[in-house]
């Protein structure tokens, strides 16, 4: 019995000293975790709290990285692996107008921009009228006024100022700004400005006469042409030729309406001296009447015995 308990001893001791030369350094000696450096050291398990430039005990578990402070882990993805940071660099940049210049290039609009001398904007495409003018480049829409350049104008209202109109198209100088040339209509012709007007006299394209007996009321009208429809008369002619006796001044009116009745847009008087007659002749003129009315030229009574009075006007009706 004796003997089996000197083997027993003997054993473990062997064992104990075999694990003391593989491990000099074993585990049960220190007083905490440790970690193999080698098949026979090991080394202290080390907090991160214990500061950097360390060469040992760090283990090869989930890699942090310090940030000054605390350690974090790191992070990757299963396709790229570990991400590596040259700079730091803030989260993604959703791209919007007045985009600021970046303070670094890894900060980069996504998008197309267009540089507008402070900030960046995004790129406009041609989908719509009434664009904002962000986003769009100083290029191809642009003229030179001798000093610098201009973007150039459309033509979307009176008053434009001088700048960025092309010196041809559809609009006229008036020795200070650029004006849209009027056509003729309605509303133009009854307005009390003359904007976009060119020098130019209208073309007659209606002609109304009268030549009564002697001792008549001379008198003749442009029917009313419906609707919006407004005459404009461009000339008048009256006549009064005396026989045997003279003619004393008689009134010639211009009615905007019905004969005898309409408004008196204009009158002229006249008179004949005995086996003479007199006329008055006016071309040049633009006397607008109302909308759906007619128009009439007419003396205001009827002249002497033996005195015969003639009317004639010529003009044009807008739409």
Request: glycine residues 10%.
């Amino acid at each position: 019995m004796k003997n089996k308990l000197i083997m027993a001893l003997l054993v473990a001791g062997l064992l104990l000293g075999g694990a003391l030369v593989a491990f000099p350094q074993s585990v049960t000696t220190l007083a905490g975790l440790a970690v193999a450096q080698s098949s026979t050291k090991w080394n202290r398990l080390k907090d991160m709290a214990i500061g950097d430039a360390q060469t040992n005990g760090a283990g090869l578990f989930t890699p942090c990285l310090f940030n000054g402070v605390t350690c974090d882990r790191a992070r990757g993805t299963i396709a790229g692996g570990q991400d590596v940071a040259i700079k730091s660099v803030s989260g993604g940049v959703t791209p919007s107008d007045a985009f600021a210049n970046p303070t670094n290039a890894l900060t980069a609009f996504s998008l197309s921009g267009v540089w507008n001398g402070t900030t960046w904007d995004r790129f406009r495409s041609a989908s719509a009228d009434a664009l904002a003018i962000t986003g769009i480049q100083a290029a191809g829409s642009m003229l030179f006024n001798g000093s610098s350049n201009d973007r150039e104008r459309t033509a979307s209202a009176d008053n434009l100022a001088a700048t960025g109109i092309p010196a041809a198209g559809n609009m006229g100088f008036d020795g200070t700004t650029f004006d849209r040339l009027i056509s003729e209509s309605n509303t133009n012709n009854t307005g009390v400005t003359s904007s976009g007007v060119r020098y130019a006299t209208q073309l007659s394209t209606w002609s109304q006469t009268n030549t009564p007996a002697v001792a008549t009321i001379a008198t003749t009208s442009k029917a009313a042409g419906g609707g919006t429809v407004r005459h404009v008369a461009t000339s008048i002619s009256a006549c009064i030729a005396a026989n045997a006796t003279a003619q004393v001044p008689i009134l010639v009116h211009l009615r905007d309406g019905a004969a005898g009745a309409g408004t008196i847009i204009r009158t002229w008087a006249i008179s004949a001296v005995i086996s003479e007659s007199h006329c008055v002749d006016l071309a040049g003129l633009n006397m607008t009447g109302s909308a759906n009315t007619a128009m009439t030229l007419e003396t205001a009574a009827a002249p002497a015995a033996g005195v015969q009075a003639t009317v004639s006007f010529t003009g044009y009706s807008t739409p």
